[in-house]
């Protein structure tokens, strides 16, 4: 299932505040020190590093983001922007023509508000009592111990193993794995589109719209069978190190800021060949539940809002947005005029 941690960049919010919750539900029992003496670079090394940072800047600073605009024969409107869910600084702020129509919405839909759960640890914490074991086993009683020595092992690499998390199942381990792996490509939730576009609504009063809530994607996570949430966390302690599947993460993050759609979409695609009529079966499971029948949700969201001649900003992750099946493709089936606005 190659390409598994660059998909799900694409079409599940949930995951950012996930990890956060975990890492600060405990105290970490192996955060890694560097005892060594730190050397500080001198005036030519510091220009250097500026010198590459704003290389890097000016590649970016004029990108051009898929943005879909959808009108109703009545003249009806709503955007359709597919987002990544973490990002990095150079992709902030957006392009003046995404912000404008932002402007121009009454309000803002996202798949969840993770804002009213971001500083409700509590809440947060019981949103992930259903991912722990109830029946007084651990998660290496799941899975191999080569699977759960791998996996432990990336954790006290990053400094967030704690003995608690052996309560939880596969999921959730594949989850905090899956965002240390976005860590070392560079990419953070603090520049996360939907985040941004969230706190430009709080903090201006604009309306937010759930499409789904954060209640559904745990509930979807949860709703995983064992083998499937086991399969998982094999793919992405695999992908961790893997300097191919980093590549592919990183090529997603271009496609998105370049507006390709045919580079979106070849995250989506899967190496099914060398998997089991079993694992087969497993992966049209977790695609139906992630990205098939979401879709239609939101699909259906975006044609209520043109009924209601409800002007809204949709912000979902990208892979809800494009291809065979997405937001824009069942719109214009349903008879909405869709009309791409990039640059």
Not at 89 to 118: F, T, W
Not at 212 to 235: A, P, V
Not at 261 to 279: N, T, Y
Not at 312 to 330: K, Q, S, T, Y
């Amino acid at each position: 299932m190659k390409k598994i941690f660059s998909f799900i960049l694409a079409v599940l919010l949930c995951i950012s505040l996930i990890s956060c919750t975990l890492n600060k539900s405990a105290e970490p029992s192996n955060k890694k020190e560097n005892t060594e003496e730190q050397k500080l670079p001198d005036k030519e090394e510091k220009e250097e590093e500026q010198k590459e940072e704003n290389t890097e800047k000016e590649e970016f600073s004029d990108y051009t983001p898929l943005l879909y605009k959808v009108t109703d024969d009545d003249g009806s409107i709503i955007w359709l922007f597919g987002s990544i869910h973490l990002g990095r600084e150079d992709m902030i702020p957006l392009p003046d023509y995404v912000m404008d129509a932002y402007d121009s919405a009454d309000a803002l839909a996202v798949e969840c508000n993770i804002l009213e759960m971001e500083n409700d640890l509590s809440s947060q914490i019981e949103f992930l009592k259903p991912l722990l074991y109830d029946d007084g086993t651990k998660i290496y009683d799941h899975i191999s111990e080569e699977l759960y020595e791998s996996s432990v092992e990336i954790l006290e690499e990053n400094g967030s193993y704690n003995a608690f998390f052996d309560y939880y199942k596969p999921i959730l381990w594949q989850t905090l794995i899956e965002s240390f792996a976005y860590e070392r490509s560079g990419l953070c939730s603090d520049y996360g589109i939907d985040m941004n576009l969230l706190n430009f609504a709080d903090e201006s009063g604009k309306e937010i719209l759930e499409i789904e809530s954060i209640e559904f994607q745990y509930g979807m996570l949860t709703g995983f069978s064992d083998e499937l949430q086991i399969l998982l966390l094999e793919e992405i302690v695999d992908q961790y190190g893997d300097e191919e599947s980093h590549a592919s993460l990183l090529s997603l993050v271009e496609a998105w800021c370049e507006g390709n759609v045919e580079g979106i979409l070849s995250s989506e695609e899967s190496d099914l060949s060398d998997m089991s009529a079993e694992e087969i079966a497993m992966y049209e499971e977790y695609n139906k539940a992630m990205l098939v029948d979401r879709n239609i949700n939101m699909a259906d969201f975006a044609q209520t809002a043109l009924e209601n001649d409800n002007e809204v900003f949709i912000c979902v992750g990208a892979a809800h947005v494009v291809g065979d099946g997405g937001m824009a493709d069942l719109l214009e089936k349903s008879g909405y005029t869709i009309e791409i606005i990039q640059g």
